[in-house]
Structure formats: structure tokens, C-alpha cells
């Protein structure tokens, strides 16, 4: 479904059903007889008119629903702005994007949000505008060279690096000309794995903004390792970005269905909607109690309460210029970069034990790494294998999990309701997909649930009334030690200005104080992002650039809060030595994310001395 480009005159408003049904009689002698013989047949006429109108009352709703697709289609180059049209709702695109955004923050607020988005700047392009694609960063021509290991060489004369110890790799970029680049921004993914071992661990990847970039990773198993090295965007993709992220947060775009008796109306909401003086004020249904906003153009002639869904309208198109759409080739986008010499190494063991190596806090780290398919946290409690559905259900038992968020997590939902065969899903009549979802073990007294979080969210159509915001439903929590709560909202704001997501973290991370201030030994888990499958269209909506900036807030945002748990999504999805990257990934790394979960919940009993 394409979004009003620049341009053309687009109705928002359609689909307006009346129904009038009139009678008449005329009054005389000479035509009584007339009329009497004739009122059958007017009588008979007028049923089939009103059983014609209700026969095709869902049809008049499905095409209001789906006319603006159809005349979105009609059009090859229309744009965000319309032109006055008859009685249509026209948009000015003249007018300033996000002019409400709920509540001020406080000065305490605002500091935060400058810290944030202050740790989260990339760098910028060394010249204004956008580059011919011949200057940009090519991975073809681009390579990465290990460095040699900082203890030296073994007494053949050969390098050795050792468990515990570091892997450094130099990564040149260099552009379509085959010239080096002259200043950073690249985004640069980075493992080192075994695929024989089933071991594998993410790097960290250091920006010096002079067209190299050094790369760190940890050496943490003994035997065979691979380096890879993946170019995700080139700057000057990055840059672009960047710009639609700001420009253009509407780039998708939703709608509801407006209805009162045989009345429909459809228009568009969003977070961010254009105003000016062509439009109505628009319908704003700000949360009262977390104070999140969201807004829809008012319908032309239904009021704003006669609203009884939400769904995604579509994506808007043509959002590139012509130079900027060169960039956006399929062999630059999450493509590896190829070694300048040998790409693998071989690790010994360990001078040193490797609790040891651990604590030296000089070293990076990753939250854990994978060996024999497995994965292992370097800090926190071991983790134990739950291969076993009894032994889930004895886990769980007498336990209330609550799931909140977005499809990632819907995912854990759908392991456990799936490998517990006790735990017996409840039909709530919920769309597929969308949820709520609810399943209970009658055996174990084990509840499952999982709910949606509140708009922006990119599900199919959702009853308005099943709109609840992740605060709101925490706050309704008593919590307990019986008590696991998991979130994950990440993946819906991609398109948004960073400053909304920072509002709905703070307005979750006050709910989640609370609820560990009246419930201590409530476990609250909290996913990060990871990255996924990318292609040319795909990553101007849902990128891992606009993934990991969103991801670093929320680390940041929840960093030191006691009692919570960060599930480092990211780390296990980079470091897996053989499944792809996916928005939502494989069965093999939900079931390592579950048994993280549950051994938090069921934590292994200490060894007595």
C-alpha cells in the first residue's frame, strides 16, 4: 500500500454511508383506487431497497477501508502534501512534524534526553549533500587484516593467541574508485566463530574516523575460530538515514475505522501528524494515565469517541532522491568484507584461568558468547539447560509470566505455550498475531500471558479498546516472588524520532520502579534489540542502524535499575556461529533466551564446600 506522495489531491475521508427512505400519497377521489393497488408493490420495493443497503453495509465498510489504498495506487507521484479537493481532508506539509508530544519533560528529563541522544551521535559526513555512489564505501574493494597478537609468537616462530586474551583486526574502507576513505561513519558488524565448535562471540567495533576501523574479539574458547567482519551500510547510507528519521518519521503510517450506526469514516494516525490550516483538529487520544499521545485526523462528520480500531496503513514511497536511491544496492547492504591475508587463527589454552580474565575490566567483553550451541554469560549466574518440558513445568510452577511488547517477545510465548504440553492455551478469541494470549497449566498453577504494547505498532487490525500501554498494564501488577514480568518494545519505533522513544522507555522505567518498589523480588526481564534480515527496502523502515541507536538508549535507560534482567538479544543473535540474522529469530536462539529466563527464575543451587 504506497502514502501520498508530493503533489496530488488524495481523499483521506471515504466511505460514508446514508440511508433515506421516503414515502408519498396523494390525496383525490379519482386516484384513490389507483393509489390502493399500487401500495403493495411500493411496499415490496422499499423492503428490498433497505435489505439491498444492509446485505452491502460490509462491503461499503471493507471499501472504506481499503480505498485509500486503491487511490494511492492510482497515483505515481504524489506526495505527503495534498491539494484541496471538494470536501476532502487535505494535509500542508509547510507545517512541523511531532508538534505534539504529550507531556514536558522536566529539566531533570531534558538533561537525560540531551545525554542520550548526545551518546548516541554518529559521526557526520565530512561534506554536506549526498555523494555519487562511486565515492561511497564498496565491500568488494574493502578488506580487514589481523593484527598480529600482543604476546607475541610461540617458539616456532608462529603467533599465538591464547583463551582469555583478545583478537585485534584493522578494517580499510575503501570506496568504488578503489580509494581509501578519508573519514569514518561505516557501520560494521563484527564475530568470531566456530561452526565446528558451535561456539561463537560478537566483537567490538571502534570508529578513528579516518577510514579505519579496529576491531576487538574475544578469545574464549580453545581450538578453531573464524573472523568475520560485515559491512551493514556505507556512510553516506547511513547519512540518509539519519535524515528520514528525522524528516520523515510518517514514512509508515497507520489508520482507524470511524463508525456509528450505518456511518464509517477512515483516516490516518500516527505519533507525528502534519498540521496546518486545511485540517480539522485532530482526535487525540493521549494515554491519561502514562500521558503517551497518539493522535488521528478527526473524521469529517463522526465524532472522535466512534473509533473502534487501529491498523497499519501502509509505507510511504518515493521517499529517496535520485542520488540518494543509487546507494541502496542489495551487494552493500550487510555484506562481509573480505580478509587481506588469513581470516582464522587458532586459539591455545590459557596462561591464565579465565574467571580471572574476566575481572580485568581494561578488557572488552561481550554479556556471554556461545560453545556447543549453547550460551554462556561472563557475568551473572550460570546458565542451565531446560531441555526437558517437566523440567520447565517445575520451574514455572505457581508462577504468573507476563509478556508485554512487541512480536519478539510474543515469540517466548509461543515456545513455551508450544514445549509445555500442560500449558493449555485459552481461546480468547484474539486476532492471530496480535494477542492478547493467555495459557495456564491447571497442574503446575502456572499462568502465561502475552499483550501487545500501545501504538505506534505495525500489527494487523487491532480492536481500539486493546490498546494498552506497557506502563499502565505494569502498574495494574502487584507483583511477588511468583511474579516474572518480560518487555520488549523496540521494533515499532524505528521510524520515529529517537526523542518518543526515550519518552515511552521513561514512562515503562518509572512503571517498572514501581513495581519493584512495592514488589522487591519481582523478576522483570527487559529484551534488547537484534539484528535482521536487511534488504533495499526493508532497511529505510527497519534498519539495524536505526536498531542499535534505539538499543543503546535502552541499555542506557535501565542501566543499574535493581532487579531487572537485560536479555542481550543482540549479542546472541550476532554471535550465533551458523543461524542468519532475523527479526525474529530461530527456535535454537529463542530456546537459549528461555533458558536465560528460567535460570534466573530457577537459579542453580550453590555447591556447599
Not at 48 to 59: A, E, K, V
Not at 70 to 84: D, E, G, H, T
Amino acid at each position: 500500500m504506497g502514502y501520498p506522495d508530493q503533489g496530488k489531491g488524495v481523499p483521506l475521508l471515504t466511505g460514508v454511508g446514508v440511508m433515506s427512505c421516503g414515502g408519498m400519497a396523494e390525496n383525490g377521489h379519482s386516484h384513490g383506487g389507483k393509489l390502493s393497488k399500487l401500495a403493495p408493490i411500493f411496499l415490496v420495493l422499499a423492503l428490498l431497497g433497505i435489505l439491498f443497503l444492509l446485505r452491502n453495509m460490509h462491503t461499503l465498510e471493507r471499501w472504506n477501508c481499503q480505498s485509500m489504498s486503491s487511490l494511492y495506487q492510482l497515483q505515481s507521484n504524489i506526495s505527503s502534501a495534498f491539494k484541496p479537493s471538494g470536501a476532502f481532508l487535505l494535509l500542508d506539509h509547510n507545517h512541523t512534524y511531532c508538534p505534539f508530544l504529550g507531556q514536558e519533560p522536566s529539566s531533570e528529563e531534558a538533561r537525560e534526553e540531551r545525554y542520550l541522544l548526545e551518546s548516541i551521535s554518529w559521526p557526520e559526513p565530512s561534506t554536506p549533500g549526498t555523494p555519487p555512489l562511486r565515492f561511497s564505501s564498496d565491500p568488494a574493494r574493502s578488506f580487514f587484516v589481523i593484527q598480529p597478537p600482543a604476546s607475541g609468537r610461540g617458539a616456532s616462530g608462529q603467533s599465538v593467541w591464547r583463551v582469555g586474551g583478545k583478537l585485534e583486526v584493522l578494517v580499510h574502507m575503501q570506496n568504488f574508485l578503489g580509494q581509501p576513505k578519508r573519514h569514518g561513519g561505516d557501520f560494521l558488524l563484527a564475530r568470531i566463530y566456530s561452526p565446528e565448535l558451535g561456539a561463537g562471540a560478537s566483537g567490538r567495533v571502534t570508529d578513528h574516523q579516518d577510514g579505519l576501523y579496529t576491531v576487538e574479539l574475544p578469545l574464549l574458547w580453545l581450538g578453531p575460530a573464524q573472523v568475520e567482519v560485515m559491512l551493514v551500510h556505507s556512510s553516506e547510507v547511513v547519512a540518509v538515514l539519519r535524515r528520514l528519521r528525522e524528516e520523515q518519521p510518517d514514512r509508515v503510517y497507520y489508520k482507524s475505522l470511524f463508525r456509528s450506526g450505518l456511518l464509517s469514516e477512515t483516516t490516518i494516525c500516527n505519533l507525528c501528524l502534519l498540521t496546518g490550516p486545511s485540517q480539522p483538529a485532530p482526535c487525540n487520544y493521549t494515554d491519561p494515565h502514562s500521558g503517551e499521545p497518539w493522535y488521528c485526523y478527526k473524521p469529517r462528520l463522526l465524532d472522535c469517541d466512534t473509533r473502534i480500531n487501529h491498523a497499519t496503513g501502509g509505507y510511504k514511497k518515493h521517499v529517496l532522491t535520485t542520488t540518494e536511491s543509487k546507494l541502496f544496492l542489495s551487494s552493500t547492504i550487510k555484506v562481509p568484507i573480505q580478509a587481506l591475508g588469513m581470516d582464522n587463527i587458532t586459539i591455545s589454552p590459557a596462561v591464565r584461568e579465565l574467571s580471572l580474565i574476566r575481572r580485568d575490566s581494561s578488557k572488552f567483553m561481550p554479556s556471554g558468547y556461545y560453545y556447543q550451541g549453547s550460551w554462556r554469560t561472563l557475568s551473572g549466574i550460570p546458565i542451565q539447560q531446560f531441555n526437558d518440558s517437566s523440567a520447565i513445568a517445575q520451574c514455572l510452577r505457581g508462577k504468573l509470566f507476563y509478556i508485554f511488547g512487541d512480536s519478539t517477545v510474543r515469540q517466548w510465548f509461543e515456545y513455551l505455550s508450544a514445549f509445555v504440553p500442560e500449558l493449555k492455551e485459552v481461546n480468547l478469541y484474539s486476532p492471530k498475531k496480535v494477542g492478547p494470549f493467555m495459557a495456564v497449566d491447571s497442574v503446575h498453577n502456572i499462568l502465561l500471558q502475552y499483550r501487545c504494547h500501545g501504538p505506534p505498532i505495525r500489527f494487523s487490525t487491532v480492536s481500539a479498546s486493546e490498546l494498552h500501554y506497557v506502563a499502565n498494564e505494569l502498574d495494574g501488577l502487584p507483583g511477588g516472588p511468583n511474579t516474572v514480568v518480560a518487555l520488549s518494545v523496540w521494533a515499532h519505533f524505528s521510524m520515529t524520532p529517537v526523542e518518543l522513544y526515550i519518552r515511552r522507555l521513561r514512562h515503562i522505567r518509572r512503571a517498572v520502579a514501581r513495581l519493584l518498589d512495592r514488589a522487591p523480588d519481582t523478576l522483570v526481564v527487559i529484551r534488547s534489540a537484534n539484528p535482521q534480515k536487511l534488504d533495499t527496502k526493508v532497511i529505510l523502515y527497519n534498519s539495524d542502524w536505526f536498531s542499535v541507536q534505539l538499543d543503546a538508549v535502552l541499555r542506557a535507560m535501565f542501566r543499574g535499575l535493581r532487579g531487572v534482567v537485560l536479555l542481550d538479544a543482540w549479542d546472541m543473535t550476532l554471535a550465533h556461529p551458523t543461524l542468519p540474522h532475523d527479526l525474529h529469530p530461530p527456535r535454537d536462539i529463542i530456546k537459549n533466551m528461555i533458558h536465560l529466563i528460567l535460570s534466573h527464575v530457577c537459579p542453580a543451587k550453590k555447591k556447599s564446600t
